[in-house]
């Protein structure tokens, strides 16, 4: 049995989506720029995909800018909204600790500079409250800047409630939706969004695509300088093919959201109960505010790293920590926020789930981590001091 189980890393590419990108490869493949037939055939493609992804989002078109993906929208998003709040005299950034790192280098870059970066504490059950980023907004505060729902960990933050308190403080607010879209409803009005960003490729789109949302009157920096794409926002021609694969990628992936979460999340709590009955183990994040598909967990005495290359053996893909930090030895900065001891937060797992996984794949699932886990603990000499009393556990039994 092959399963993949790495969702939130990237997604398999529908064939909606593949199918909805070839006629701009084929036929229509013009510069949008250009002023001859397949040109302006192309800008239209582009216009109508913006208009449909505005739909989606419940903003209007010109609120919708292209970009190369997920990354590249927080990037612009935190530095226009630092360059804005600059000139007003304006340098402090709420953000939290648990951002995904395209948040975090941007907010660290503009520490350098002179900006003050406050990160609020996340709760053990992976979750701020708009009480904390009220207390936390001032006079001087240029953003707030808070994912939807965590890529490590699952938890799907309050954002209607923060949105509105930025909103009513006048302070502009910006999140990385990337991990919500597709699982969860997200809803620029609704949710008193200021700025959104997302990535093809984590809702079954193609790679190096995706959508920065700005509100209008929103004054965007440019982080690529060139021509003048994207109401002169983000220099370069556009990725047409990319585009009308993610558009139809987004539609798709949001058109029966009670659906998903109806047949999914059956399956997550299966799953979660599966892997609650390992001993000394804990689910990372709360029960409840989480994405229907993504479940994480810490086992005491294991390296994630050995449990994931057992687990590719029995043919599951997964996933220990993000992405972009699995291959070094650092604990995920995530499970520390959360307050993991290092200890544990090396021996963690993450289970992305798609739509199409079965019951009886969800059971492998199960019996596998089960026996990896009791491998690895077997060879521990971390674990022999555990049972024998040398080391005290963290987690109950
Ligand atoms: C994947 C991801 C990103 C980065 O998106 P890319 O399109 O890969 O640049 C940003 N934020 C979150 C939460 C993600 O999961």
């Known amino acids: 049995m092959r399963i993949y189980a790495d969702n939130a890393a ?21 510069n949008p720029s250009s002023l001859y037939e397949i040109g302006q055939k192309a800008k239209e493609a582009l ?28 990037n612009q998003a935190i530095i226009s909204a630092a360059r804005i709040g ?3 005299g304006k340098k402090h950034i709420i953000s939290t600790a648990f951002e995904h790192h395209a948040v975090l280098h941007t ?9 003050e970066i406050e990160l609020l504490d996340v709760h053990s059950n992976g979750l701020v409250t708009a009480e904390q980023v009220a207390a936390a907004i001032r006079e001087d505060t240029a953003l ?22 930025c909103r009513e403080k006048k302070v502009l607010f910006h999140t990385d939706a990337v991990q919500a879209i597709g699982h969860v ?32 009157g929103i004054m965007l920096s440019n982080i690529i300088e060139g021509g003048a794409q994207e109401r002169g926002k983000r220099a370069g021609t556009e990725n047409l093919p990319g585009i009308a694969g993610m558009v139809k ?37 709360d029960r409840e505010h989480r994405l229907p598909g993504t479940v994480n967990f810490c086992f005491e005495g294991i390296e994630g790293e050995s449990l994931l290359l057992l687990l590719d053996d029995k043919g599951i893909s ?80």
């Open 10 to 30: 990237t997604t398999k590419m529908s064939r909606n989506a593949i199918d909805a990108m070839i006629p701009y490869m084929e036929e229509i493949y013009g």
């Open 47 to 74: 216009e109508d995909a913006r208009a449909r992804a505005a739909k989606v989002l419940n903003c209007e078109a010109r609120e919708i800018y292209f970009t190369s993906g997920g990354s590249e929208a927080d």
């Open 86 to 88: 600059e000139k007003k």
């Open 107 to 115: 907010l660290k870059k503009l520490e350098k500079e002179g900006f």
């Open 144 to 165: 707030v800047t808070i994912m939807y729902a965590n890529n490590e960990i699952g938890t799907v933050q309050p954002i209607k409630e923060i949105g509105a308190v």
């Open 185 to 216: 409803s997200v809803d620029a009005a609704r949710d008193n969004i200021d700025m959104l960003s997302l990535s093809a490729h984590k809702f079954h789109g193609p790679k190096g695509v995706g959508i920065l949302y700005a509100k209008k």
């Open 249 to 285: 990628a987004l539609e798709d992936a949001t058109s029966d959201l009670d659906g998903y979460t109806a047949r999914l999340t059956p399956l997550r709590d299966r799953l979660i109960a599966g892997l609650d009955e390992i001993s000394y183990s804990e689910l990372n994040g």
């Open 318 to 397: 997964a996933s220990s920590g993000s992405a972009c930090t699995s291959g070094s030895l650092d604990p995920s900065h995530v499970l520390l926020a959360i307050g993991r001891p290092h200890e544990v937060a090396h021996g963690s797992l993450r289970l992305s789930l798609s739509e199409d996984i079965s019951e009886e794949e969800i059971d492998y699932l199960i019996k596998s981590v089960k026996e990896v886990v009791e491998y690895l603990r077997n060879m521990s000499p971390f674990w022999r001091d555990l049972v024998n009393g040398k080391r005290p556990h963290v987690f109950a039994e």
